[in-house]
């Protein structure tokens, strides 16, 4: 399955405290590379980390063309209303670079240690699904306390994997993100199924969710198994886990152009 989007490219900076001004360099790294996004994971009770939707306007800041989003927020310890006016705020002063990754949350007893409430599988995902409402509600800016509107059509991507997050992925959201250490390429079709069998439900264009694959923890695939995640399994995003600068002037210089080359070559003779 091939979508035929375009191909893009991103790096997973940890959010260290630690390594502060390593993770700021390697955005502008990777900004100044011509690599497309920057996804920061978002674990608040991560006593190590910085929080992340600070640290994402820092990077914001720091960059000039990459988009820089959330992989995934924690919706448990953010309030809807709230992180909807976040993001709003962010793609508004990066002039429309920010996009939400959005995730029904995880690791329950750090979550109960930040104040938030432990939540049910099945809670968690009726969360989930009503924040969706709502944020999209409050970015219309059309209710007495709602907005500011975003700079740009700001897409919710979800972190999903199991068949109701699945199917809401398809029906409602703008985007998927998986990583390929939970849902291992083989296991890709199946859900792919899922996520285009809800928006057809729907009346969606299955071709209007993007599907960014994380690609971390699990070594580097190589240029073939990256343009088969992207013209067999229909992925059209890669992120990566660079341990350093040179590693991601590598994927821009090696890599990177090798997948585009290879897809662009898959699609002139499929």
Not at 226 to 236: K, N, P, Q, R, S
């Amino acid at each position: 399955m091939d979508y035929g989007h375009p191909i893009r490219f991103g790096i997973f900076p940890s959010p260290r405290a630690d390594s502060s001004q390593e993770t700021l360099q390697m955005a502008r790294v990777a900004d100044e590379a011509g690599l497309d996004l920057v996804g920061i994971q978002d674990h608040p009770y991560q006593r190590r980390f910085l929080d992340t939707w600070a640290l994402i306007a820092f990077v914001l800041a720091k960059t000039d063309r990459v988009t820089v989003f959330p992989d995934v927020a924690n919706l448990p310890l953010r309030p809807p209303r709230m992180l909807a006016k976040h993001a709003a705020t962010l793609d508004v002063l990066s002039g429309g670079r920010f996009e939400l990754g959005l995730g029904a949350g995880a690791f329950w007893e750090g979550i109960e240690a930040m104040g938030g409430r432990h939540l049910s599988p099945k809670q968690s995902v009726d969360a989930l699904e009503q924040a969706m409402v709502e944020i999209r509600e409050f970015w219309k800016g059309e209710g007495k306390f709602d907005g500011p509107q975003p700079a740009h059509d700001l897409g919710i991507w979800l972190g999903a994997y199991k068949p109701r997050m699945l199917r809401i992925t398809g029906a409602l959201a703008d985007g998927w993100i998986p990583s390929q250490s939970y849902l291992p390429p083989d296991q890709v079709p199946e859900a792919m199924k899922r996520v285009d069998d809800a928006a057809a439900a729907e009346g969606r264009d299955p071709k209007t969710i993007c599907r960014v694959y994380n690609l971390i923890g699990e070594g580097q695939p190589s240029a073939e198994q990256i343009a088969d995640f992207a013209t067999e399994l229909g992925f059209d995003s890669f992120i990566f886990s660079p341990a350093d600068k040179r590693e991601i002037e590598g994927l821009a210089h090696d890599l990177i152009p090798a997948v585009r080359e290879e897809v662009r070559r898959r699609r002139a003779t499929g």
